[in-house]
């Protein structure tokens, strides 16, 4: 639960900025082409890698073989996300490849939209709302393609036939009864049945899988494994058992690919720190075994001095409804040496933070141990991190291990880079903010405090407080992802407006904190439900994070007009009256969240949710989606990777590894389904 995804009020904060990263900026391209397309509620961009032709040769072959391991994992994210994921990506890819018809015909065009969508969202299931999209081509048009090719090129089951595999699939896409959503986080139902993601089998019930896993825990083990993360519990003969992920279990034919490049990566690592820590994924990839995870956890926290780094694995656990197993995911980069100057500050006042905490004292961390952050570059992303990307990173997610070792946070500077080039001239901010007065504060400091809550957000937010003894750390359940965000958003948000930002140089002046003030405040009651159907409910966990906190402040400051919703030309608008006010409420619910985290007050942290985080105003969302229609932008946003390439002499010999920015989204998912494919369709 420690990723922070952008949102678009981020994005509103890179905005106009240009005056603030002339500096930065000089060795830009501006010829650069950020915007690679834009379909459905989507616009694809590329990120550059400045300073990858700097490093070493050594480096570069490092950071190609962890590349190339992030790339290998595509097919797990997609059957993890659904069981039926696989099997239409391939057959629609097949029909896109070698339909014969009109390419303009509508039904075809249609056709190309949904299979964009399954790729981005690496699935039928919507990445951030977890609904299922429905097709605009009809049945009759899927059944009359999907016959028209080469049977041999389709996903058909061994002693099946095509027609067999068209009734299958056919409500799978087309009936929006069907595997609704990829995720159920709340409601009333049977929320492991409900879901449509493939970490349970058939006929698990919610029930079942809290006994099962409760039999396992002790409450008095003080470093215990993460249960059930890296499996898919099913039931055999009517017991239930674990298909652990690893080689020689589930998914064994993209985790061997996997350690077969982080085997090659060894020969590179930068010092005998980082070798370790690779040498120790394998591994656990080669066992499954948890503890040896978290040995590897363990050495990849305390490596804090190799310039490249990575991520690779099960790792994130949104998109289980208990936020037990984890989806696989990587990312790949180097230091931003300049920019980590920042971070450094931060890391390096850890304990002050901690101390001055407004929580209380009993679920402070008496020592603050192993905190770093740094600013990155990014070189290649993966898994649950692609083609929607993290602007930010905090691992790893055991509490035991930050408690006992700490944890790494990042900031990923190119992407947010990238984000600020592509939303130059949007009309974003012109429509939804108040006044000038509040723009021209987010033009003076929203870019440098959107990259410093984040900052906060990892490093110190997700690292911060500890469980009381006994607490079960998977005790909030569904609830957990949405609190954990909230927990570190809200001590981002409480220390933005703290005087000792100014005194340690992090911002300027002490206005600055007001940018991100408005900036989230806005998002988090109105801007955000572009986001959301009209009509549906908040579900994503950043989202319900986003609309809690800021829905919980609103109420709470009523009385006093500490935030209002103004209306001006018809027009809905957010203003704060009182920024310092808003700070202490921020201080006040942050003391809540922590406590229910601490102490694993299920009860409490259900009715937090449930009250401020789920539903929505169906008036306010309504004129939101109407006023965002006018301006023609996309929600969503999202990456191509650059197409990494070892340049070779006549001896076969790397002599050098380069970057190759050309590529566009539909050949580089083309080539990843050509290339990366390493798993059966039915898993």
């Known amino acids: 639960m420690k990723k922070i995804i952008v949102s678009v009020m981020t994005v509103v904060a890179m905005m106009g900025c240009a005056e603030q990263k002339k500096e930065k900026r000089e060795d830009v391209q501006e010829t650069f082409n950020y915007v690679v397309d834009k379909f459905a509620d989507l616009q694809i961009l590329r990120y550059q890698v400045p300073g990858f032709e700097s490093l070493s040769l050594q480096q570069k072959q490092l950071l190609y073989h962890l590349s190339e391991a992030a790339l290998m994992g595509r097919d797990i994210l997609f059957d993890q996300n659904n ?25 075809f065009q249609a056709l190309e939209t949904y299979l964009k969508r399954i790729w981005f969202s690496n699935g039928i299931h919507h990445h951030y709302g977890e609904e299922k999209f429905i097709p605009a081509f009809t049945p009759v048009f899927f059944r009359a393609c999907v016959e028209q090719m080469d049977a041999s090129k389709l996903p058909v089951r061994e002693g099946e036939t095509v027609e067999q595999l068209i009734a299958e699939l056919t409500p799978v896409l087309f009936d929006p009864t069907v595997m609704a959503k990829r995720t159920i986080q709340s409601g009333d139902q049977d929320i492991i049945v409900a879901s449509a993601n493939n970490y349970y089998g058939e006929g698990v019930h919610l029930k079942e899988v809290e006994a099962f896993y409760g039999k396992m825990k002790d409450p008095k083990d003080q470093t215990p494994v993460s249960y059930g993360l890296n499996s898919r519990l099913v039931k055999e003969n009517g017991q239930l058992t674990e298909k652990v992920w690893k080689v020689g279990g589930l998914y064994s034919e993209a985790i061997e690919a996997i350690v077969a490049e982080l085997e090659k990566a060894v020969a590179f690592a930068e010092n005998e720190a980082q070798k370790a820590v690779i040498e120790t994924l394998i591994a656990y990839y080669k066992t499954g075994d948890l503890k040896t995870f978290d040995a ?16 690779n694995g099960f790792i994130e656990t949104y998109g289980d409804p208990l936020g037990m197993k984890a989806s696989w995911e990587s990312s790949v980069n180097f230091i931003n040496k300049e920019a980590t100057k920042r971070t450094k500050v931060i890391s390096d006042n850890a304990q002050w933070f901690e101390d001055h905490s407004p929580v209380d004292k009993r679920f402070k961390k008496e020592e603050v141990k192993g905190v770093s952050a740094k600013v990155i570059t990014v070189t290649m992303i993966g898994g ?3 083609p929607a990307t993290p602007i930010g990173i905090n691992l790893p997610n055991a509490d035991w291990i930050r408690r006992d070792h700490g944890s790494k946070s990042v900031t990923i500077e190119n992407i947010t880079e990238a984000y600020d080039k592509a939303s130059q001239g949007g009309g974003l901010g012109a429509e939804f903010i108040w006044s000038d007065t509040e723009r021209e504060i987010i033009k003076k400091y929203g870019f440098l405090t959107g990259n410093l809550h984040t900052d906060l957000h990892e490093c110190l937010g997700h690292g911060s407080g500890k469980l009381l003894p006994g607490v079960d750390p998977d005790g909030l359940k569904a609830y957990s992802s949405t609190l954990e965000e909230a927990r570190a958003d809200l001590f981002g948000l409480y220390y933005m407006g703290d005087d000792k930002m100014v005194e340690l140089g992090l911002v300027p002046d002490a206005e600055a904190y007001k940018a ?16 959301v159907e009209l009509g549906k409910n908040v ?36 203003v704060i009256n009182d920024y310092i006010k808003l700070r202490h409420l921020f201080g006040e619910l942050l003391t809540e969240v922590q406590r229910i985290k601490s102490e694993g007050d299920f009860e409490a942290g259900k009715k937090l949710v449930e009250d401020y985080a789920v539903k929505v105003d169906p008036v306010l969302h309504a004129e939101v989606l109407e006023r965002y229609a006018g301006l023609n932008l996309a929600p969503y946003r999202g990456f191509v990777n650059p197409v990494m390439k070892q340049v070779k002499n006549e001896k076969g010999e790397v002599t050098d590894v380069v970057l190759d920015y050309t590529e566009g989204f539909d050949d580089q998912m083309l ?12 898993n």
């Open 83 to 107: 069981r039926y994921n696989l099997a239409i990506r391939r057959i629609l890819e097949t029909i896109y490849q070698n339909y014969k018809g009109d390419r303009e015909n509508e039904e």
């Open 671 to 682: 080539r990843y389904s050509s290339d990366y494919s390493y798993l059966p369709t039915y």
């Open 539 to 574: 579900e994503e966990a950043h989202m319900r994070n986003r609309q809690l906190i800021a829905r919980w402040v609103f109420e709470k400051g009523e009385a006093d007009k500490v935030v209002e919703m103004k209306k001006k030309d018809d027009k809905t608008y957010v």
């Open 516 to 531: 991100e003030y408005y900036n989230f405040m806005m998002n988090g009651l109105m801007t955000q439900l572009v986001r």
């Open 296 to 311: 590897y956890s363990v050495l990849w926290v305390k490596d804090t001095t190799s310039e490249v780094d990575f991520v």
């Open 384 to 386: 649950d991190c692609y």
